[in-house]
T-cell receptor, first 114, second 116 residues
Framework: DVKVTQSSRYLVKRTGEKVFLECVQD?????MFWYRQDPGLGLRLIYF???????EKGDIPEGYSVSREKKERFSLILESASTNQTSMYLC?????????????FGAGSRLTVL | AQKITQTQPGMFVQEKEAVTLDCTYD???????LFWYKQPSSGEMIFLIY????DQQNATEGRYSLNFQKARKSANLVISASQLGDSAMYFC?????????????WGAGTKLIIKP
């Protein structure tokens, strides 16, 4: 069964801490994505990657960075966490680009920054 | 301007009734795709159904069907014979061919609660 695994379901961090959110997929998908989900705002794309060591900014990249050293792993990094980054973070992957290529999501990581 | 609009923030429906979740979209691209995802309280987004702009027939997947009205730019999700397990957030999303990155544009979601 295809799977996207996010390492942490719940995290509580302090303002200024460096935060790593890890995502691993076992489907050999080229594309991986990090979204942020806030009530009433839907999903907003932070960063995405079409290949190893490749990254592209999404709609809200400020305050975040990413790393994709291996095809199966895509990490989201908050260099200095702030309270306005308290949110649900969703990782997804997909095969190919256009058409009906479906995103497969992980279960999400709920981050609280105090 | 909102590209995907879901006008129903929340809905209560009696079990076994049919449900229609509204989604309107805005695009000038003749080639696009529309998706519906379900997000239960567990958090994982689950793909439900896809409709391409050039598809002649409305998409169906089991109890899910998509009422695609291209001229009105609407892509409503219909769930037949609702079940308690259908209680979840539902998101409509669109992908445009004009977007060189082929990214999904998401609606704000509708929270559906099925009453026993």
């Amino acid at each position: 069964d295809v799977k996207v695994t996010q390492s942490s379901r719940y995290l509580v961090k302090r303002t200024g801490e460096k935060v790593f959110l890890e995502c691993v997929q076992d489907m050999d998908h080229e594309n991986m994505f990090w979204y942020r989900q806030d009530p009433g705002l839907g999903l907003r794309l932070i960063y995405f990657s079409y290949d190893v060591k490749m990254k592209e900014k999404g709609d809200i990249p400020e305050g975040y960075s990413v790393s994709r050293e291996k095809k199966e792993r895509f990490s989201l990094i908050l260099e200095s966490a702030s309270t306005n980054q308290t949110s649900m973070y969703l990782c997804a992957s997909s095969l190919g680009s256009f058409g009906a290529n479906v995103l497969t999501f992980g279960a999400g990581s709920r981050l609280t920054v105090l | 301007a909102q590209k995907i609009t879901q006008t129903q923030p929340g809905m209560f429906v009696q079990e076994k009734e049919a449900v229609t979740l509204d989604c309107t979209y805005d695009t000038s691209d003749p080639s696009y795709g529309l998706f519906w995802y379900k997000q239960p309280s567990s958090g994982e987004m689950i793909f439900l159904i896809y409709q391409g702009s050039y598809d002649q027939q409305n998409a169906t997947e089991g109890r899910y069907s998509l009422n695609f009205q291209k001229a009105r730019k609407s892509a409503n999700l219909v769930i037949s014979a609702s079940q308690l397990g259908d209680s979840a957030m539902y998101f409509c999303a669109m992908r445009e061919a004009m977007d060189s990155n082929y990214q999904l544009i998401w609606g704000a979601g509708t929270k559906l609660i099925i009453k026993p």
